[in-house]
């Protein structure tokens, strides 16, 4: 039996589900008496869970994030909700130091089992602090795992996955991915680490990688170039730490071609650790064409709108952007 | 407040509160436990001086020696369920909750038998069976876990507590203002005990904040707070348990201070005398005038509880566990290579 839900509706699914059937779940972070702030995705959460388990916080990224790691190292499943990751770098501590590093320095003896949700929430002329993913920088961290769900269906069972997870796991999800519509099988619980990176449509000329919204990207521009009879593969990461490449690999030996789409900056950004872990696995004569990375400019967000209309990658960008690179 | 304010004059004077304790009303075998805790705390510190001194010791040791009786009076008052977590001074914390001597060697040489299993050295340690959750040098780091821990305590029903031990540098971090609110406003059973040693690395507290006590910012957030004598430990007992023991039945925040100091610089052997800001021979040699352990020791001599022959005896049985515990914990292996990479993530599938 089959529910329609959208990417918004899929991760309230996903709260519902962790907390009807888990106890030891509290969500807490700022705004989650007030829904507005994180869409449709915690509605109404408070008043049928209660305030005790959907909790509204004072304006302490810092202290909050910690308290999350604390409670996570008692028995409790915590998920911590910053609904603008910009915000959560107040966070940077208890998450980089703290949560990351805690089953390795204590030797394994103890996970910190806490679930950080951090939000996307960019464009509309919001400009350079109300914009930025940062997976990247997550990314780079032994011990953090890092999910960025682009289909409904993962949307709702990643998070369920995290939560679930006795390691420390960043949930990152994207506002533009809210109306994203699928019909969804019941939940079944997954383990965290099913979650590798997934073909969403096959082909024979040109790989496109991305993650989140990027993957969006990838699959509308396909879409297009399909018309024009190019074959694209396209993969959704869904996991970028610990990142397994394998699949890519596989992809790009029989494409020979590929191009990584990705929602951050390129100057050391995940589009690279793609990038470099294809390349270094291929012989030099196994690509017919140099790699392409399509990535955000290298400047903060802006807020005047004919700049943020070309900061942001579109489809219609995308396909130029791979035409001119692999002279298509 | 004015008796606050003149309590603190005289306690960061180290002229005064010299004398020894008065230990009239005490259970002989507590007195007994407390000297005999404390200089176990003492002397497996020395030992990890002359260690680091020697270069047996690979890493940096922060030592707590003349600091003791903060550790030993608050652990009386604790249970092995109640959250513990430290910073990057906690060998005293640790050894508070379970003097396995052993333990702590290994772990600050690195061996697999130690109490993080070689993986965190003398700055990440942890004990959680005994009710040490963790400690960590990032000053400030583990003081909203213990709020955490706390919450999650009172969340089970139980009336545990989280604590946190840290420095009076700490309170210069935004994030404790942070803790202190949030445990107020949830609210959250946390302890917040400062050891107030007038010092940050090398900088006296008065070239740092605007007063050298830092009850202040548990004032500003409601929180009840205490200053005590940080070098009597029968009072750092008494009067923490008064507010421990709040924090466990009521579920809310309490603030313990006690003005301390220790006789080593920030890290390893060395005195750092001047190596830093106002820190003098004098002051030192004044300071260990006001020596936790003398202190009740000598008490405890003229109550009659204990003879100096007894003390020596204490002191040469402890010595005799401290270099056994060495010598053990020097022949135990290093973690294997593997280990390197299978503590990262819990590997659960």
């Given at each position: 039996?089959?529910t329609?839900?959208?990417?918004?509706s899929?991760?309230?699914?996903?709260?519902?589900?962790l907390?009807?059937n888990?106890?030891?779940?509290?969500v807490?972070?700022?705004?989650?008496?007030s829904?507005?702030?994180?869409?449709?995705?915690?509605?109404?959460?408070?008043?049928?869970?209660?305030?005790?388990?959907?909790?509204?916080?004072?304006v302490?990224?810092?202290a909050?994030?910690?308290?999350g790691?604390?409670?996570?190292?008692?028995?409790?499943?915590?998920?911590?909700?910053?609904?603008?990751?910009?915000?959560?770098?107040y966070?940077i501590?208890?998450?980089?130091?703290?949560?990351?590093?805690?089953?390795?320095?204590?030797?394994?003896?103890?996970?910190p089992?806490?679930?950080?949700?951090?939000?996307?929430?960019?464009?509309?002329?919001?400009?350079?602090?109300h914009?930025?993913?940062?997976?990247s920088?997550f990314?780079?961290?032994?011990?953090?795992?890092?999910?960025?769900?682009y289909?409904?269906?993962?949307a709702?069972?990643?998070?369920?996955?995290a939560?679930l997870?006795?390691d420390?796991?960043?949930?990152i999800?994207?506002?533009?991915?809210?109306?994203?519509k699928?019909?969804?099988?019941?939940?079944?619980?997954k383990?965290?680490?099913?979650?590798k990176?997934?073909?969403?449509?096959?082909?024979e000329d040109?790989?496109?990688?991305?993650?989140?919204?990027?993957?969006?990207?990838?699959?509308g521009?396909?879409l297009?170039?399909?018309?024009?009879?190019?074959?694209?593969e396209?993969?959704?990461?869904r996991?970028?730490n610990?990142?397994?490449?394998?699949l890519?690999?596989?992809?790009?030996?029989?494409?020979?071609r590929?191009?990584?789409?990705?929602?951050g900056?390129?100057?050391?950004?995940?589009?690279?650790?793609?990038?470099?872990?294809?390349?270094?696995?291929?012989?030099?004569?196994?690509?017919l064409?140099?790699?392409?990375?399509i990535?955000?400019a290298?400047s903060?967000?802006p807020?005047s709108?004919?700049l943020?209309?070309?900061?942001?990658?579109?489809i219609?960008?995308?396909?130029?952007?791979?035409?001119a690179?692999?002279?298509? | 407040?004015?008796?606050?304010?003149d309590?603190?004059?005289?306690?960061?004077?180290?002229?005064?509160?010299?004398?020894?304790l008065?230990?009239?009303g005490?259970?002989?075998s507590?007195?007994?436990?407390?000297?005999?805790?404390?200089?176990?705390?003492?002397l497996?510190?020395?030992?990890?001086?002359?260690?680091?001194?020697?270069?047996?010791?690979g890493g940096?040791?922060?030592?707590?020696?003349?600091?003791?009786?903060?550790?030993?009076?608050?652990?009386?008052?604790?249970?092995?369920?109640?959250?513990v977590?430290?910073?990057?001074?906690?060998h005293?914390h640790?050894l508070?909750?379970n003097?396995?001597?052993?333990?702590?060697?290994?772990?600050?040489?690195?061996?697999?038998?130690?109490?993080?299993r070689?993986?965190?050295?003398?700055?990440?340690?942890?004990?959680?069976?005994?009710?040490?959750?963790?400690?960590?040098?990032?000053?400030?780091?583990t003081?909203?876990?213990?709020?955490?821990?706390?919450?999650?305590?009172?969340r089970?029903?139980?009336?545990?507590?989280?604590?946190?031990?840290?420095?009076?540098?700490?309170?210069?971090?935004?994030?404790?203002?942070?803790?202190?609110n949030?445990?107020k406003i949830?609210?959250?059973?946390?302890?917040?005990?400062?050891e107030n040693?007038?010092?940050?690395?090398?900088?006296?507290?008065?070239?740092?904040?605007?007063?050298?006590s830092?009850?202040?910012?548990?004032?500003a957030?409601?929180?009840?707070?205490?200053?005590?004598?940080?070098?009597?430990?029968?009072?750092?007992y008494?009067?923490?348990?008064?507010?421990?023991n709040?924090?466990?039945n009521?579920?809310t925040?309490?603030?313990?201070?006690?003005?301390?100091?220790?006789?080593?610089?920030?890290?390893?052997?060395?005195?750092?005398?001047?190596?830093?800001?106002?820190?003098?021979?004098?002051?030192?040699?004044?300071?260990?005038?006001?020596d936790?352990?003398?202190?009740?020791?000598?008490?405890?001599f003229?109550a009659?509880?204990?003879?100096?022959?007894?003390?020596?005896?204490?002191?040469?049985?402890?010595?005799?566990?401290?270099?056994?515990s060495?010598?053990?914990?020097i022949k135990?292996?290093?973690?294997?290579?593997?280990?390197?990479?299978?503590?990262?993530?819990?590997n659960?599938?």
């Open positions: 039996m089959k329609k839900e959208n990417y918004g899929a991760i309230l699914s996903a709260f519902e589900y907390l009807d888990y106890p030891e779940v509290f807490i972070g700022q705004g989650l008496w829904p507005w702030y994180v869409g449709n995705t915690m509605k109404d959460l408070d008043s049928k869970f209660g305030k005790d388990r959907i909790i509204d916080t004072p302490s990224e810092s909050v994030t910690g308290l790691v604390g409670a996570s190292l008692c028995g409790s499943k915590p998920i911590v909700v910053h609904p603008r990751i910009d915000f959560m770098l966070a501590d208890s998450i980089v130091n703290q949560a990351a590093k805690w089953s390795h320095m204590t030797g394994a003896q103890s996970h089992g806490i679930t950080i949700r951090g939000i996307i929430n960019r464009g509309g002329e919001q400009g350079a602090q914009s930025q993913s940062l997976h920088w990314a780079h961290i032994p011990g953090l795992r890092v999910l960025m769900p289909s409904v269906a993962d709702r069972d990643m998070l369920i996955a939560a997870s006795k420390p796991v960043m949930y999800d994207d506002r533009w991915l809210y109306d994203t699928d019909e969804l099988d019941p939940i079944s619980e383990s965290i680490s099913e979650f990176p997934k073909i969403i449509k096959y082909g040109l790989t496109i990688i991305g993650s989140s919204f990027s993957t969006k990207l990838a699959l521009a396909s297009e170039l399909e018309k024009e009879r190019i074959s694209v396209v993969i959704d990461i996991t970028l610990p990142f397994d490449s394998k890519l690999i596989e992809s790009v030996k029989k494409t020979k590929f191009a990584v789409i990705d929602g900056w390129k100057n050391s950004g995940f589009s690279a650790e793609v990038t470099s872990s294809i390349v270094e696995s291929m012989e030099p004569n196994q690509l064409s140099k790699p392409l990375r990535t955000l290298n903060p967000a807020t709108k004919p943020e209309d070309i900061y942001f990658p579109n219609s960008s995308v396909i130029r952007d791979i035409k690179n692999f002279f298509l | 407040m004015n008796d606050k304010a309590l603190l004059t005289r306690l960061i004077n180290p002229k005064e509160f010299q004398e020894p008065d230990v009239s005490y259970e002989s507590f007195l007994y436990e407390t000297l005999y805790l404390m200089t176990q705390i003492r497996a510190e020395e030992k990890l001086a002359s260690e680091r001194e020697f270069g047996t010791i940096p040791v922060h030592l707590s020696v003349g600091q003791e009786a903060m550790a030993v009076g608050i652990s009386k008052n604790l249970n092995k369920k109640d959250r977590f430290g910073a990057h001074r906690s005293s640790i508070s909750m003097p396995d001597f052993h333990k702590l060697f290994a772990e600050v040489l690195g061996k697999e038998t130690g109490f993080s070689g993986m965190g050295g003398s700055m990440h340690l942890t004990d959680k069976k005994n009710g040490f959750y963790g400690s960590v040098p990032i000053v400030s780091g003081v909203p876990l213990a709020v955490g821990a706390a919450f999650d305590a009172r089970s029903g139980t009336n545990n507590i989280g604590l946190a031990f840290i420095g009076d540098g700490a309170i210069e971090e935004g994030v404790v203002q942070e803790s202190l949030l445990a949830l609210p959250s059973p946390t302890v917040f005990v400062v040693n007038l010092f940050a690395s090398h900088m006296n507290i008065s070239l740092r904040q605007p007063m050298r830092t009850c202040r910012f548990a004032e957030n409601k929180v009840e707070n205490l200053l005590v004598d940080g070098n009597n430990v029968l009072e750092v008494e009067k923490s348990k008064v507010l421990i709040n924090s466990r009521d579920g925040p309490c603030f313990i201070e006690g003005v301390t100091f220790r006789h080593y610089g920030h890290v390893d052997w060395r005195k750092d005398v001047d190596v830093g800001v106002d820190r003098s021979q004098e002051d030192i040699e004044e300071w260990m005038k006001r936790p352990i003398q202190r009740l020791s000598i008490g405890m003229e009659a509880i204990i003879s100096k022959q007894d003390y020596q005896n204490i002191n040469d049985e402890i010595s005799q566990d401290i270099i056994s060495w010598e053990k914990a135990d292996p290093y973690p294997t290579e593997d280990k390197l990479l299978t503590r990262v993530y819990c659960e599938d």
